[in-house]
């Protein structure tokens, strides 16, 4: 299993958001969902062994962490609004501490990043750290954020967690995960 | 510089279509959108040594081919709609055999795949190929196809082109650019 988590920074929970102004109204929306779909598509099928959380810190309702699950997610197709939709139905759901199913393969809680470092060893995606190349071990759980940098409380909560690169150009949320994924697809099928 | 052009076999060339329905009504127009973003877009920043070229298939006006320059492009946002926006402004726009500017960056003619493959050293993409980081030199010139299969008279086309795959996986189009340039960004920052 590999799984991403994305920081939201600006990312409403609000479920009523239109699907027709996700870089917007939304709080670029537009960024997580397509870290979603960079996490799980493969091409004409999905990668049933990854998973995305997404760590929504917009208001009024913030924080909500939804996961995408590889495993049992349907109705999934790769244009940005397909996603979206599946957020607007797990935020419009009532949900308490612990996860509770939005669909097949979506689940919505009320909690924070602080509560998803506490229950995996995640990586951390930097400029600076290690070339992914360059590691024999690669992590199997990758934190990233949206848009913006990581506040300063948030690389406190960070301060332990490896950190990587996945190249000299610094990228987008989304072409980051691929880019990790391609080197694990490559090392899962020798290919190194 | 760095081209890349897509074959879009069902995207409209009718620019009325709506950014509400990329994916359905307007011929699957989100994977070519996706494919403008991977090939132009850092964090925060354009690739100015990026081009990509659109060649749509669709009714009713086939075939159109659009030209996105990273040297040049202004105005342009890292969500589908955002390149949309631009495609529908070009195809509104009356052209002939060669191209006309339609925005800053944009510029569009009425011309085929068989044209483009004419004026360049195109390489195709392809599952079988040789891999990208098994090769000396690579091109700086990549052709893909949408979400669907080059056809029997493109593969015709493409008989004499050098073939590359990047990895083990099928990908979608986009996501095998994102993999490409951080090759390309790997070789020129000497990372290889």
Chains 1, 2 share one sequence.
Request: negative net charge.
């Amino acid at each position: 299993m590999t799984s991403f988590a994305i920081v939201g920074h600006t990312a409403t929970t609000d479920g009523t958001f239109s699907l027709n102004d996700l870089s917007g109204g939304a709080g670029r929306m537009d960024v997580l969902c397509r870290c979603v779909n960079a996490s799980l598509f493969l091409s004409h099928s999905l990668r049933r062994d990854s998973e995305c959380f997404l760590i929504l810190q917009g208001k009024p309702g913030a924080p909500r962490t939804i996961c995408f699950s590889g495993s049992s997610i349907r109705s999934l197709n790769p244009d940005e609004r397909s996603p979206a939709a599946l957020i607007k139905k797990a935020l419009a759901l009532p949900c308490g501490s612990e996860f509770r199913n939005a669909a097949d393969g979506v689940a919505v809680r009320k909690s924070s990043l602080s509560r998803l470092l506490s229950e995996g060893a995640f990586a951390v995606l930097d400029e600076n750290g290690t070339d992914i190349r360059k590691t024999d071990a690669l992590p199997s759980a990758f934190l990233l954020s949206d848009h913006l940098s990581f506040t300063p409380e948030e690389e406190d909560l960070l301060a332990g967690c490896p950190r990587f690169s996945v190249g000299p150009s610094v990228l987008h949320a989304e072409h980051a995960i691929l880019i990790l994924l391609n080197e694990i697809d490559r090392r899962a099928a020798g290919w190194k």
